[in-house]
Nanobody, 122 residues
């Protein structure tokens, strides 16, 4: 069974850091572009960052310079290091496996994780 599992979310104060993980099971992550998305209450899901199969990375302007996406194909995991967190980063964060990155969004997504909650207090 193909599955993506996010972890690493939590409650952090403004200015703090978290590292999210996206672990794949049942398939090799290195065959896919992996994107991180988020959805805040009452808002649509938005792209945050994407890493291509070759390791190229892209970020939404709102997180550029604060977030870093990386992949460890041996561990079959993609990470999102989030620094200098702000209250408007509060959302459920999802990872997705796609065919490729279109800017900072994974497209032709074949699978989603269940999400991990990130809450940033002011």
């Amino acid at each position: 069974q193909l599955q993506l599992v996010e972890s690493g979310g939590g409650l952090v104060q403004s200015g703090g850091s978290l590292r999210l993980s996206c672990l794949a099971s049942g398939f090799n992550l290195d065959n896919f572009a992996i994107g991180w998305f988020r959805q805040a209450p009452g808002k649509e899901r938005e792209g945050v960052s994407c890493i291509s199969r070759s390791g190229n990375t892209n970020y939404a302007d709102s997180v550029k310079g604060r977030f870093t996406i990386s992949r460890d194909n041996v561990m079959n995991t993609v990470y999102l290091q989030m620094n200098r967190l702000r209250p408007d980063d509060t959302a459920i964060y999802y990872c997705a496996a796609g065919a490729l990155c279109s800017g900072y969004r994974a497209v032709a997504v074949g699978g989603w994780g269940q999400g991990t909650q990130v809450t940033v207090s002011s």
